[in-house]
């Protein structure tokens, strides 16, 4: 018993101060040219969404619309309250937060999960679909935080529930990175989009982190909100649950509500239907980009998953 309790001490210690281990921040040079800064406002907006968990919301209005003037501020709470096993808040990713980090370091942490001191980013941030993007689009993302204006904020520290503050150290990967596909090349091009902006992620239901086998976009993760829980939607290619049925005109008009100038979202009250999915930043995408994500879809294998889209919780 001894003996095991020793092995137990030393793998814990191992994986505490040892992980994670993705090597050091890149010497990273790149000019932050107009053109690159443009690009990663675009991205981080409306494709990788940084600025949607990095911002402050309004979720007394529909879909949690951002506040222009609290951009990169972070602040965003995750614990109990929906269904989280500890307490993080969103950090702040304005220069007042990241004036001492090297673009190396913002680099490693997109790509890979791992902080300036080295510890471990909890996957809150879909660094795993980061990962596989490709170098210049990080870049530019990062040229484009460094443009922000710096807000001073700080928060907590964060507290995760036991095993997960051992096990987080292991959750880090060297990174994977890819390269951005021609846009010509519709499907690829797609599968590249919906890749960065980590779909699969919400639009997959998961236990204790970990998606389903079997079904991948199929709808049906959970999001504590509003007094309730809305579940994601199927956007696999199924005719009957998913968005087998939906034409391309159908698609691109469900965008183009919400990135309309003149849409005003709606107030939801307490116990109403919200929602998580951040229709104004996504409805704001080229047009080109949303029918390549499109047609990719379409092509996914239709898994049959019928879902409720939101439940009031009950006394």
Known sequence: MVSLAVIIVIAISYIAFALPNVGKAENIKFSYTPQRIAHGKYLANHITLCMDCHSDHDWARFGGPTDSTRMGIGGMKFDAGVGFPGEVYVPNITPFNLKNWTDGEIFRAITTGVKKDGSAIFPIMPWQSFSKMD????????????????????????????????????MPQKATLGKRPNE????????????????????????NGTILPGMDFAGGREFKINGGTVRSANITADTETGIGNWTKAQFMSRFATYGNPAYVPNDVATGEFQTVMPWQMFGQMKQTDLEAIYAYLKTIRPVKNQVVKFDELKD
Do not use: M, W
């Open 135 to 170: 170098r210049e689009d990080v870049y530019d993302i990062i040229a484009y935080i460094r443009t922000l204006k710096p807000q001073e904020a700080s928060y907590p520290a964060r507290k995760l529930d036991f095993p997960l503050n051992i096990i987080v150290h292991t």
């Open 184 to 207: 010509r090349d519709t499907l690829k091009y797609g599968a590249y989009l919906v890749q960065s902006a980590a779909c699969r992620d919400c639009h997959s239901p998961q236990d």
